[in-house]
């Protein structure tokens, strides 16, 4: 399970507060210094730890909270639904277009896993009754292309690739090969580069504009931390994104990208990867992940 160095240490202060009857705000106040440190731990952008902390404690010790009969079960949920708000509250699905096809543009850098998340997309569209076609504009690593149509045939998902070709260029094509065999949904797997530079940029530019995409996902390393944050700015900034889908959630045991995300970037987390097989792929859901969290 992801998370769990996190999980451990709030799950141990909640197991504090839930095993005695009464509460002071002191003891509160006690609590939350725990839950600070331990969400700093887990990679927590700061401000939004201090956010955080503050909207908990300001529930917690107002209202009817101390003096219920339950205090501790009463701030532990309070807990719960402040980590779920943190999330984004529900599942956010993706923006389909009034009239297919659907263009959704996966970005991110190299190796944050756009290639897998293309494939695991696609079957998860199929899945859902959807005819998805892949576009292969990861045109700068001869062996990205393989890859793709590997991932991709095992999905049982096609693609749409002109080798090495202009990365516009495969992109209109790709948008006129589904009006043609009227594929629903087009999903453009892009360059990524080791670091964000302006060619990257431009060309995600390039592509946004010439084919009219619908919904810019960003791919992102779960495991990367604040990293990931700071990526997801970057890109927001100069390309515009709309959601974000987080890789490698399986492997990362701090949490602090997925709890940090949608406070410091406003963009929902609309899916993620959970391992490297097709089928390790989840919607997001924040309700689900602070239950997780919490246990
Ligand atoms: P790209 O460069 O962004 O296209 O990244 P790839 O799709 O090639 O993925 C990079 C590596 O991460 C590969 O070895 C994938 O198998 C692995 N990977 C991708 N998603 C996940 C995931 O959710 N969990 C784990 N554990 N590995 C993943």
Redo the contacts with the bound molecule.
Sequence with gaps: MAFEGLSEKLQNVMKKLSGRGKLSEADVKAAMREVRLALLEADVNYLVVKDFVKKVSERAVGGEVLSSLTPGQQVIKIVNEELTALMGKTQARINYASAPPTVIMLV?L????????AAKLGLNLKKQGKKPLIAACDVYRPAAID?LKIVAEKAGVPVFEQGQGQPVKIAQGAKAECQRLLYDTLIIDTA?RLQIDQAMMDEVKAIRQAVGVHEVML?LDAMTGQEAVNVASSFNEQVGVDSVIL?????DTRGGAALSLRAVTGKPIKFC????KLE?FEPFYPDRMANRILG
Excluded: C, N, S, W
């Excluded at 890789?247 to 492997?251: A, E, Q, S, V, Y």
């Design positions: 991110g190299q190796g944050a896993g756009k290639t897998t998340m890859q990524g791919v890789t490698k959630l399986d492997g990867g959970v391992g490297e390790d």
